[in-house]
């Protein structure tokens, strides 16, 4: 059995292979890692098949990206992939890593446990990093989610600020809010939080977190850098500009979030039964939903 199961949407993304170049390279122990891409191509990037190739422990879905449904049908495909690893981490395809990351984020959620607790989740806004400049042009900070935007009332955006007193920290930040291109946890988490392949962008994350926090799991930022996000999208193409579909799927996910926010949704995609939307809300200082 291998220690982590790594997943990893991609989606037209020139940065992809130079990620899981990094991904192996930075691993102190490149075996203990089983990595699962769905790489949702297009007919640009059919040369990078014989370059995936040669990643020993890389498992590769490949699909036609006129095919694809979006990132989050993506990241439920690949939760479906997980074979009963103790570990997981979600990323996306534009990274870079810190050597001996893997030992790093085990060490760390180990510690949070053996300090009493219980469903400890490592969650980041990675600092960014510029690939024409790397490794030059990589950020040092530490950052907090924050909320940063809303529709129809409703939290739908996500920021990251920078933590001013990086240097004194000695121990993980307690976070209100999970990124998606950097989530470490204990591998029940696949079947525990199911992505929802119905939410198509960004208040995923939003989401995710209050099913997470509804389920009883406490959510944690590093305290060290264990790797870095592109947050321009200039290597890669989005999925919305290609999806014709992109505005009825967003109104979906409008529709599926108010249900959600508004503490009707339980089961599969919706929330636990160990905490209330009520206490998510005090937990973050704001309402879901906002009066207009």
Same mark, same amino acid.
């Given at each position: 059995?291998?220690?982590?199961?790594?997943?990893?949407?991609?989606?037209?993304?020139?940065?992809?292979?130079?990620?899981?170049?990094?991904?192996?390279?930075?691993?102190?122990?490149?075996?203990?890692?089983?990595?699962?891409?769905?790489?949702?191509?297009?007919?640009?990037?059919?040369?990078?098949?014989?370059?995936?190739?040669?990643?020993?422990?890389?498992?590769?879905?490949?699909?036609?990206?006129?095919?694809?449904?979006?990132?989050?049908?993506?990241?439920?495909?690949?939760?479906?992939?997980?074979?009963?690893?103790?570990?997981?981490?979600?990323?996306?395809?534009?990274?870079? %890593?810190?050597?001996?990351?893997?030992?790093?984020?085990?060490?760390?959620?180990?510690?949070?446990?053996?300090?009493?607790?219980?469903?400890?989740?490592?969650?980041?806004?990675?600092?960014?990093?510029?690939?024409?400049?790397?490794?030059?042009?990589?950020?040092?900070?530490?950052?907090?989610?924050?909320?940063?935007?809303?529709?129809?009332?409703?939290?739908?955006?996500?920021?990251?600020?920078?933590?001013?007193?990086?240097?004194?920290?000695?121990?993980?930040?307690?976070?209100?809010?999970?990124?998606? /291109?950097?989530?470490?946890?204990?591998?029940?988490?696949?079947?525990?939080?199911?992505?929802?392949?119905?939410?198509? %962008?960004?208040?995923?994350?939003?989401?995710?977190?209050?099913?997470?926090?509804?389920?009883?799991?406490?959510?944690?930022?590093? /305290?060290?850098?264990?790797?870095? /996000?592109?947050?321009?999208?200039?290597?890669?193409?989005? /999925?919305?500009?290609?999806?014709?579909?992109?505005?009825?799927?967003?109104?979906?996910?409008?529709?599926?979030?108010?249900?959600?926010?508004?503490?009707?949704?339980?089961?599969?995609?919706?929330?636990?039964?160990?905490?209330?939307?009520?206490?998510?809300?005090?937990?973050?200082?704001?309402?879901?939903?906002?009066?207009?």
């Amino acid at each position: 059995m291998k220690d982590i199961y790594v997943q990893i949407p991609a989606y037209r993304d020139r940065e992809l292979l130079p990620t899981i170049a990094s991904l192996f390279e930075q691993a102190a122990c490149p075996d203990r890692l089983r990595v699962a891409l769905l790489w949702q191509y297009g007919q640009d990037e059919v040369n990078l098949e014989r370059l995936l190739s040669r990643f020993e422990h890389l498992e590769v879905l490949a699909w036609p990206a006129h095919q694809s449904q979006g990132c989050n049908w993506a990241r439920q495909i690949l939760q479906e992939q997980w074979a009963g690893e103790p570990y997981t981490l979600f990323l996306d395809s534009h990274h870079r %890593f810190a050597s001996s990351w893997d030992i790093q984020v085990i060490d760390m959620l180990e510690a949070l446990r053996n300090s009493g607790v219980n469903k400890p989740i490592l969650t980041a806004y990675l600092p960014p990093y510029d690939p024409a400049n790397d490794p030059d042009m990589r950020s040092d900070c530490i950052l907090k989610i924050r909320s940063a935007g809303r529709e129809q009332g409703m939290l739908f955006r996500l920021e990251g600020d920078p933590v001013t007193n990086r240097a004194d920290l000695q121990q993980p930040l307690a976070a209100n809010f999970v990124s998606l /291109h950097f989530l470490f946890g204990d591998g029940e988490l696949n079947r525990d939080i199911a992505i929802d392949p119905a939410l198509y %962008f960004y208040v995923d994350e939003i989401a995710i977190s209050l099913r997470a926090w509804s389920r009883g799991y406490e959510l944690y930022h590093p /305290h060290k850098i264990l790797g870095w /996000h592109l947050y321009n999208r200039s290597t890669r193409v989005t /999925h919305w500009r290609d999806n014709p579909q992109a505005r009825t799927q967003h109104e979906i996910t409008l529709k599926r979030v108010r249900t959600l926010y508004s503490g009707r949704w339980f089961g599969k995609f919706g929330l636990g039964n160990q905490r209330s939307v009520a206490d998510y809300e005090a937990r973050i200082g704001e309402p879901l939903i906002q009066n207009l």
